[in-house]
């Protein structure tokens, strides 16, 4: 459950996820043109689209959440410009695997 008011970015560009915490709030504030510490989501995709980090200020530090699907690739929604905003449950479905276009979920490993 996520904060009213909070909002989620999904970066259009690829993310290299040696990336560090600094180097996130770097490409948020001077590429994305947002404010790194306004506590909303970031979220950050590979080019092979099977790795995301998602990042935030939490009131007193920045926070990194990684996922890495081990099989298939996150089925990202078509976007332009360089952020696209979207839902927390369309987030939640994103994270599942499941495309929001097609509605189809990754099998299980």
């Known amino acids: 459950m996520l904060p009213p008011g909070i909002k989620i970015y999904i970066a259009t ?40 980090k998602i990042f935030y200020w939490d009131r007193n530090g ?22 696209c905003n979207v839902s927390p449950s369309e987030l939640g479905l994103i994270l599942e695997g499941i495309d929001l276009l097609d509605r189809q979920r990754l099998r299980a490993l």
Not at 37 to 46: D, K, M, R
Not at 62 to 81: D, N, Q
């Open 13 to 52: 560009q690829a993310l290299d996820m040696r990336k560090s915490l600094d180097g996130m709030s770097t490409i948020v504030s001077q590429t994305l043109k947002k404010d790194a510490f306004s506590g909303h989501l970031f979220v950050f995709c590979n080019k092979r689209g099977d790795k995301i």
């Open 62 to 83: 920045y926070c990194c959440w990684y996922k890495r699907l081990e099989r298939g690739v996150f089925r990202l929604p078509r976007m332009t410009g360089l952020t």
